[in-house]
């Protein structure tokens, strides 16, 4: 391998795509951006080379999509495109004509398919012998309220496909609850699931696997996040167990790629896989500044790279908005100042200090969508490049 590569990093919009970016050029690799979005956090970072901005939007048009992607690595001599963001998925449905111009770092699009569903996943994840929580399949509102009326205790009702734990709920006393009107209505088309709850302690992982051996690997406890969805704070928790299912879980498929799951550990430390994203994640966030964190996205050097830093670090506007919202008692409130005063803001960096700024013009792009179209932020953020298992 080359010691200077030149990668595509397409998904410039999330802090994660920035943090790997960075990862890449301060490695000594050449970092192009393509991102369909107006204005993204990478466009005018100093470890980006060349930013492709508005490129035809996947979701929309994924064919045309496609073809700019075969272009700018035509044009820019891409040793690797590494897909961060939903978009993925429309990378993995072209992939075959993307590796005519370089390696991609993605699965076919019916192992994605297969992740990215909450309902195939959970299979696979039995599989490989996980606990997972009981978990009904619905396609009708009948169905719903009967799944509801034999659960037997609280439940989580979530759309199959879905992302920042968005449209989910908590339902406490599924019994009282079945006859409300305000239930969501399941389709053929748009199945969701009624799971069972799992009161604990939120993991998460992210790993990089290169046929099937882990290169890269962090965890970290889910303590901050944005109203239930995202997790806004990081720490390392090298937790054995969840390492030792993610292990087994890419060898036993032999994958190749970037994978994360979602875990709750009950008060009896019993460890229920959730769900799986198949894609970059804020994880990558407790890799700052090791070199070779960024070699793992190239080659399986027959280990894997773990993070050596201890100290934790956040997403600082979001810490400020969302964790300050989420302070419901003194106990709270104390951890927050006390995370909020220790942690790194994973945006802001001297040396690199333009993207910082730039996420405000971005957020304001977004609150003027979310005006316009009367969608939240967050669906927002993602409309061009969510994926909802439509067929290519």
């Given at each position: 391998?080359?010691?200077?590569?030149?990668?595509?990093?397409?998904?410039?919009?999330?802090?994660?795509?920035?943090?790997?970016a960075?990862?890449?050029g301060?490695?000594g690799h050449?970092?192009?951006?393509?991102?369909?979005?107006?204005?993204?956090?990478?466009?005018?970072?100093?470890?980006?080379?060349?930013?492709?901005?508005?490129?035809?939007?996947?979701?929309?048009?994924?064919?045309?999509?496609?073809?700019?992607?075969?272009?700018?690595?035509q044009?820019?001599?891409?040793?690797?495109?590494?897909?961060?963001?939903?978009?993925?998925?429309?990378?993995?449905?072209?992939?075959d004509?993307l590796?005519?111009?370089?390696e991609?770092l993605?699965?076919g699009?019916?192992?994605?398919?297969?992740?990215?569903?909450?309902?195939?996943?959970?299979e696979?994840?039995?599989?490989?012998?996980?606990?997972v929580?009981?978990?009904?399949?619905?396609?009708?509102?009948?169905?719903?309220?009967?799944?509801?009326?034999q659960?037997?205790?609280?439940?989580?009702?979530?759309?199959?496909?879905?992302?920042f734990?968005?449209?989910?709920?908590?339902?406490?006393?599924?019994?009282?609850?079945?006859?409300?009107?305000?239930?969501p209505?399941?389709t053929?088309?748009?199945?969701?699931?009624?799971?069972?709850?799992i009161?604990?302690?939120?993991?998460?992982?992210?790993?990089v696997?290169?046929?099937?051996?882990?290169?890269?690997?962090?965890?970290?406890?889910?303590?901050?996040?944005a109203?239930?969805?995202?997790s806004i704070?990081f720490?390392?928790?090298?937790?054995p167990?969840?390492?030792?299912?993610?292990?087994?879980?890419?060898?036993r498929?032999?994958?190749?790629?970037?994978?994360?799951?979602?875990?709750?550990?009950?008060?009896?430390?019993?460890?229920y896989?959730?769900?799986?994203?198949?894609?970059?994640?804020?994880?990558?966030?407790?890799f700052?500044?090791q070199?070779d964190?960024?070699?793992?996205?190239?080659?399986?050097?027959?280990?894997?790279?773990?993070?050596?830093g201890?100290?934790?670090?956040m997403?600082?506007?979001?810490?400020?908005?969302y964790?300050?919202a989420?302070?419901t008692?003194?106990?709270k409130a104390?951890?927050?100042?006390?995370?909020?005063?220790s942690?790194?803001?994973a945006?802001?960096?001297?040396d690199?200090?333009?993207?910082?700024?730039?996420?405000?013009s971005?957020?304001?792009?977004?609150?003027w969508?979310?005006f316009?179209t009367?969608?939240?932020?967050?669906?927002?953020?993602t409309?061009?490049?969510?994926?909802?298992g439509?067929?290519?």
């Amino acid at each position: 391998m080359n010691t200077k590569q030149s990668v595509l990093l397409t998904g410039g919009r999330a802090p994660a795509t920035l943090e790997l970016a960075r990862l890449l050029g301060s490695a000594g690799h050449r970092v192009i951006v393509a991102e369909s979005a107006r204005r993204h956090l990478c466009q005018h970072s100093r470890y980006i080379e060349r930013s492709y901005q508005q490129v035809p939007p996947p979701r929309q048009q994924p064919d045309a999509y496609i073809e700019k992607l075969c272009e700018i690595m035509q044009r820019e001599g891409i040793d690797l495109l590494i897909p961060t963001c939903e978009e993925i998925f429309y990378v993995s449905q072209g992939r075959d004509q993307l590796l005519d111009y370089g390696e991609v770092l993605v699965e076919g699009i019916e192992v994605l398919r297969s992740l990215h569903d909450k309902w195939l996943f959970a299979e696979m994840a039995r599989e490989v012998g996980a606990l997972v929580p009981h978990t009904v399949r619905v396609q009708s509102s009948a169905q719903l309220r009967e799944a509801m009326l034999q659960a037997g205790g609280p439940v989580v009702l979530k759309p199959v496909y879905s992302r920042f734990a968005a449209h989910v709920r908590i339902v406490a006393d599924p019994l009282s609850a079945a006859g409300q009107s305000t239930l969501p209505e399941p389709t053929v088309g748009q199945p969701w699931l009624v799971q069972q709850f799992i009161k604990g302690k939120q993991v998460c992982s992210y790993a990089v696997a290169l046929d099937g051996q882990l290169t890269l690997y962090a965890d970290y406890e889910t303590t901050h996040t944005a109203g239930q969805g995202a997790s806004i704070y990081f720490a390392y928790s090298d937790h054995p167990q969840v390492r030792d299912f993610v292990s087994r879980f890419v060898q036993r498929h032999t994958f190749r790629g970037q994978i994360a799951f979602d875990f709750i550990e009950n008060e009896q430390g019993e460890l229920y896989v959730i769900e799986c994203n198949p894609r970059l994640t804020s994880g990558v966030h407790l890799f700052t500044g090791q070199h070779d964190a960024a070699t793992a996205y190239f080659s399986d050097r027959g280990k894997t790279v773990f993070p050596v830093g201890k100290q934790a670090c956040m997403l600082g506007m979001a810490m400020l908005t969302y964790g300050l919202a989420g302070m419901t008692n003194g106990e709270k409130a104390k951890r927050w100042v006390s995370d909020l005063l220790s942690a790194r803001d994973a945006l802001f960096r001297w040396d690199d200090p333009r993207p910082f700024f730039d996420q405000f013009s971005m957020l304001a792009d977004l609150a003027w969508q979310s005006f316009r179209t009367g969608k939240s932020m967050i669906a927002c953020s993602t409309s061009d490049i969510e994926w909802n298992g439509e067929e290519a």
